[in-house]
């Protein structure tokens, strides 16, 4: 039977849950404070890139799907509000939940006003967040009672993007974590369309799911690239060792692509919480410091092989193609070639970049200084030296004609036509 679901937050996580639920036919009201990314939902598009959700907003939008700043109206006029603000990382790693409270102490306000009714934290928190911070504060501000007057689950996600919504709509599974039976039931039948098992559990345990993912494929990720800087180092293909490998069912295919490491607004910023709340816990996690300590190297292992090619970067024409953490995103959020362009900048490369998608989110941080071309050809241009740094599909037949010298730097295996240049892989 279809809801009423209001999203708090219409980023890359609140507006996929949205559109997906809209999708399986529940009417849908997205909140968020940024006025002009709701006028752009409201007239059929998203504010951010991703794959098939024009196509479902269009159709969504003025039948079951609406945006508003208005936080109240969204609350009132739902069945079950989903929390999907962001949860950045502070500088020393502790997870950052301003956005979370500020919401939740607000919509607390608004459920005194309101019967029965149904939180959901779909915001990555750290385990015993909703517990101990999430539901004191909806208490306080309500004045109500949690699992009388109000219901509270946990439901993380695990979109990835550039294919959230087809991740939305196919998962591997779904995760309930539930203060009591009626919230954890009530958040369930919102997926009754789905065939893939549903795990109950308590909050914090859904909580720590998400964080055990998201630390576990980064340590695949790192685990690939550590094999592969060894296997370089034996001239070995890294990637004909991981086809081996991924015969195992157990080790299975997925997630063992080397190249220049983890980017992205989770897997780094989740592995670094969770390090942090495990020294809270009096506990070192000797394996995940690692799994960063990997992946911070892997842009300065780039960089030493590029200096054994040319001896300065001083004065050097240096195209850079790919900026977003991988490709079919604009997303820029911790992206592996920031530091290889910081670290070029300071030794006074001079960079001309290109992007399919994320050229303007690269320009909040490098404005002036680095060019931008408009096509991978025109980045290529007289350049010395190319660095291929995200894998978008249409660097992998690149004419690198026009280069100055033609050595590409390959940091994640997605270049084919390999004729004619002075090719070099990361870890192959
Ligand atoms: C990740 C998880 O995959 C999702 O399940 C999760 O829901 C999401 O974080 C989140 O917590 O919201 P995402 O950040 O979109 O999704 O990106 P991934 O596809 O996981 O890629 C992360 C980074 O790892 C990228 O920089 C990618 O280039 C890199 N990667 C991925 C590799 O270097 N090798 C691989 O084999 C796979």
């Known amino acids: 039977m279809s809801k009423t679901i209001s999203v708090i937050g219409a980023g890359y996580v609140g507006l996929i849950t949205g559109v997906?639920?809209?999708?399986?036919?529940?009417?849908?009201?997205?909140r968020d404070i940024n006025k002009k990314a709701v006028d752009t939902i409201n007239s059929g598009r998203s504010h951010i890139y991703e794959k098939g959700i024009d196509e479902i907003l269009e159709k969504a939008v003025g039948k079951n799907l609406k945006a508003t700043i208005d936080l109240k109206e969204s609350v009132l006029t739902s069945d079950i509000t989903f929390i999907c603000v962001g949860t950045p990382s502070k500088d020393n790693g502790n997870i950052n939940l301003k956005h979370v409270k500020e919401v939740i102490r607000d919509i607390g306000e608004i459920l005194k006003e309101k019967s029965y009714h149904v939180i959901v934290v779909k915001s990555t928190v750290t385990p015993g967040t909703t517990e101990k911070i999430i539901i004191p504060l909806l208490e306080r501000s309500s004045g109500k009672k949690v699992g009388i007057d109000f219901g509270v689950a946990v439901n993380p996600e695990f979109l990835r993007e550039g294919v959230a919504i087809e991740d939305f709509l196919n998962p591997d599974r779904i995760i309930i974590g539930s203060y009591d039976q009626r919230s954890g039931d009530l958040t369930e039948e919102l997926y009754s369309d789905f065939n893939c098992?549903?795990?109950?559990?308590?909050?914090?345990?859904?909580?720590?799911?998400?964080?055990?993912?998201?630390?576990?494929?980064?340590?695949?990720?790192?685990?690939?690239?550590?094999?592969?800087?060894?296997?370089?180092?034996?001239?070995?293909?890294?990637?004909?060792?991981?086809?081996?490998?991924?015969?195992?069912?157990?080790?299975?295919?997925?997630?063992?692509?080397?190249?220049?490491?983890?980017?992205?607004?989770?897997?780094?910023k989740d592995t670094k919480e969770l390090v942090f709340k495990a020294r809270s816990l009096g506990y070192e996690p000797n394996l995940l410091t690692s799994v960063i300590k990997v992946n911070e190297d892997q842009p300065k292992r780039l960089l030493n092989l590029v200096r054994k090619r040319i001896n300065s970067f001083n004065g050097k024409k240096v195209a850079i193609l790919g900026l977003s953490f991988k490709g079919d995103t604009d997303d820029t959020r911790d992206s592996q070639a920031f530091p290889v362009i910081k670290q070029l900048l300071k030794e006074n490369a001079n960079i001309t970049a290109y992007d399919p998608k994320a050229e303007e989110n690269t320009k909040i941080l490098f404005e002036d200084q680095i060019q931008y071309a408009d096509s991978a050809k025109a980045a290529l241009e007289n350049s010395d030296i190319a660095l291929i740094l995200t894998d978008w599909k249409e660097f992998e037949n690149l004419d690198f004609d026009g280069m100055k010298?033609?050595?590409?730097?390959?940091?994640?295996?997605?270049?084919?036509?390999?004729?004619?240049?002075?090719?070099?892989?990361?870890?192959?």
């Open 405 to 428: 010298k033609k050595i590409v730097i390959d940091a994640r295996n997605i270049i084919k036509n390999k004729e004619n240049i002075e090719y070099e892989g990361l870890c192959w």
């Open 20 to 30: 997906g639920f809209a999708r399986l036919g529940h009417n849908v009201i997205c």
């Open 197 to 268: 098992p549903v795990l109950r559990t308590d909050l914090k345990t859904a909580e720590m799911i998400k964080y055990a993912s998201n630390a576990f494929l980064a340590t695949k990720i790192s685990f690939i690239n550590e094999i592969g800087n060894i296997c370089k180092g034996l001239g070995i293909n890294i990637y004909d060792v991981a086809e081996g490998i991924a015969l195992d069912h157990r080790i299975s295919p997925h997630f063992l692509k080397s190249g220049l490491g983890f980017g992205g607004s989770c897997l780094p």
